[in-house]
Nanobody
Framework: VQLQASGGGLAQNGGSLRLSCKAS????????MGWFRQAPGKERKFVGV???????YYTDSVKGRFTISRDIAKNTVYLQMNSLKPEDTAVYYC????????????????????WGQGTLVTVSS
């Protein structure tokens, strides 16, 4: 499966952005779809995941602000980001993992098989 992330850009503190991740080659409904982010000089970190059975799980720092959803007809997963903070500034990546993966493995980038190219989100203070 190929993943194409888009939607990054510049937002103000407290603003919103919506990232998209379009899958091709296979329906993303067969996968767990995760979002990660990587700030300059930092390691790639888990943001959230949409399990293949539609449940979601988020890292504590984005709970209540970020929401992952999907449009099956468009084979696209979204990351809606509200109440953005400067510390949310990073390159955001979408990724796909096997639908047999357990949650603990989905919190780690090594648990994913396919990656999008990343999209930069910058939040100004």
């Amino acid at each position: 499966v190929q993943l194409q992330a888009s939607g990054g850009g510049l937002a103000q503190n407290g603003g919103s952005l919506r990232l998209s991740c379009k899958a091709s080659g296979r329906s993303f409904g067969d996968y767990n779809m995760g979002w990660f982010r990587q700030a300059p000089g930092k390691e790639r970190k888990f943001v959230g995941v949409l399990r293949w059975r539609s449940s979601t799980y988020y890292t504590d720092s984005v709970k209540g602000r970020f929401t992952i959803s999907r449009d099956i007809a468009k084979n696209t997963v979204y990351l809606q980001m509200n109440s953005l903070k400067p510390e949310d500034t990073a390159v955001y990546y979408c990724a796909a993992a096997s639908n047999t993966a357990i949650l603990s493995t989905l919190l780690d980038p090594r648990g994913y098989d396919y990656w999008g190219q990343g999209t930069l989100v910058t939040v100004s203070s």
